[in-house]
C-alpha cells in the first residue's frame, strides 16, 4: 500500500516530441506528489510538485496530470529537447513529509537530438 | 550558494572495510537524510535526522550508523564494508515539512566494495 510504482523505466523521444511518465500509488492519504529531476552525476532535484486539490499543475515545459479516482499522476514535457534527457522520479507523501517519501523506481529519458 | 556537500566524490573499499561518508550543508536545514540509489530500485532511505542529536532508521539502515552532533554534518558510517553496499549515496536536507520545503540533495558518493 505504501508503493508508487512508476512507468516506464525507460524512454526515448525525439526532439520537440511529448514525454510522457506515469506514477500510479495505492495510499489514498497521500497529499503531496513532486516530482525530481537527476542528471547524470548529479543529485536529484525538485521539478515541480502538486497537491491532490488542482488536477493539473504547469510550469513553463513541464506539467503534472493528477487524477484523484484512479489514484494516478504523471509528468508531461511538451517540445522536449536534448537538455531534458536525465532520470526522473515521482514521489508522494503525507503532509508534505520528506521523511516519509515514497519514490518510484525512477525513469530514464533520453531526447534524441 | 555551497548548498549540500558530500565527500568523497568516489570510494573503493575491501570487504570488511570501514569507513565515513561525510554530508554538510550550509543552509541551517534541521532535517538531513541518507539514501543509496541502486539501478531500478529508486531511491531508498537509510538514516535521517530532525534536529542535532535525533535520528532514526529508514527503509534500509542495516550496516550504516549516523550521528548528529551539529545542525550543519551528518556522516554515514559502514562499520564492515559489504559488496551489497556498492551504490551511489545521496545525501539530502530541507527545511520543516511543508509543501513549500523541497529537499536539496548533494552530488553522491559512489562506492564501490570488492
Known amino acids: 500500500q505504501q508503493q508508487v510504482k512508476q512507468s516506464p523505466q525507460s524512454l526515448i523521444v525525439q526532439k520537440g516530441g511529448i514525454s510522457i511518465i506515469n506514477c500510479a500509488y495505492e495510499?489514498?492519504?497521500?497529499?503531496?506528489f513532486p516530482w525530481y529531476q537527476q542528471f547524470p552525476g548529479k543529485g536529484p532535484a525538485l521539478l515541480i510538485a502538486?497537491?491532490?486539490d488542482v488536477s493539473e499543475k504547469k510550469e513553463g515545459r513541464f506539467t503534472i496530470s493528477f487524477n484523484k479516482s484512479a489514484k494516478q499522476f504523471s509528468l508531461h514535457i511538451m517540445d522536449s529537447q536534448p537538455g531534458d534527457s536525465a532520470t526522473y522520479f515521482c514521489a508522494a507523501s503525507i503532509e508534505a513529509s520528506n521523511y516519509q517519501l515514497i519514490w518510484g523506481a525512477g525513469t530514464k529519458l533520453i531526447i534524441k537530438p | 550558494n555551497a548548498g549540500v556537500t558530500q565527500t568523497p566524490k568516489f570510494q573503493v573499499l575491501k570487504t570488511g572495510q570501514s569507513m565515513t561518508l561525510q554530508c554538510a550543508q550550509d543552509m541551517n536545514h534541521e532535517y538531513m537524510s541518507w539514501y543509496r540509489q541502486d539501478p531500478g530500485m529508486g531511491l531508498r532511505l537509510i538514516h535521517y535526522?530532525?534536529?542535532?542529536?535525533?535520528?532514526d532508521q529508514g527503509e534500509v539502515p542495516n550496516g550504516y550508523n549516523v550521528s548528529r552532533s551539529t545542525t550543519e554534518d551528518f556522516p554515514l558510517r559502514l562499520l564492515s564494508a559489504a559488496p551489497s553496499q556498492t551504490s551511489v549515496y545521496f545525501c539530502a536536507s530541507s527545511g520543516p515539512s511543508s509543501y513549500n520545503s523541497p529537499l536539496h540533495f548533494g552530488n553522491g558518493t559512489r562506492l564501490t566494495v570488492t
Open positions: 495510499n489514498t492519504a497521500f497529499d503531496y
Open positions: 535526522s530532525v534536529g542535532a542529536g535525533i535520528t
Open positions: 502538486i497537491r491532490p
